[in-house]
């Protein structure tokens, strides 16, 4: 992920040096207009892809966001993703297998 926050942020600074837009200093503060999201969309590895283009293409050209907030969407979308299971998931998976092993225990004794 942060492969591709890195190349978002090229692309907003080709879009800053190549676009006379003399109001706007940093990268990160630059407008994601549908082509540098399209260019990032399909610089995505494919599992990422159709996640990114729902996420980012949302709401009406008024609405763009930029650089930094679309950074910030992906890092939380990564977090969500990597975050480890909950303490009631596992407690519930020992339990489970444990059942199953006693289930299993009990089958072969007799």
Same mark, same amino acid.
């Given at each position: 992920?942060?492969?591709?926050?890195?190349?978002?942020?090229?692309?907003?600074?080709?879009?800053?040096?190549?676009?006379?837009?003399?109001?706007?200093?940093?990268?990160?503060?630059?407008?994601?207009?549908?082509?540098?999201?399209?260019?990032?969309?399909?610089?995505?590895?494919?599992?990422? +892809?159709?996640? %990114? &283009?729902?996420?980012?293409?949302?709401?009406?050209?008024?609405? *763009?966001?930029?650089?930094? /907030?679309? #950074?910030?969407?992906?890092?939380?979308?990564?977090?969500?993703? +990597?975050?480890? %299971? &909950?303490?009631?998931?596992?407690?519930?998976?020992?339990?489970? *297998?444990?059942?199953?092993? /006693?289930? #299993?225990?009990?089958?072969?004794?007799?």
């Amino acid at each position: 992920m942060e492969k591709g926050i890195k190349y978002l942020r090229e692309l907003a600074l080709g879009e800053v040096i190549y676009s006379n837009w003399q109001v706007i200093i940093d990268p990160d503060e630059t407008p994601c207009k549908r082509s540098l999201l399209r260019k990032f969309v399909q610089s995505a590895p494919t599992m990422y +892809s159709h996640m %990114l &283009s729902t996420m980012v293409w949302g709401g009406s050209d008024a609405d *763009t966001p930029t650089v930094n /907030e679309v #950074a910030n969407k992906v890092r939380q979308y990564e977090d969500s993703i +990597s975050c480890p %299971l &909950s303490v009631a998931a596992m407690e519930k998976l020992t339990e489970q *297998t444990e059942k199953m092993d /006693e289930q #299993a225990k009990t089958m072969t004794e007799k």
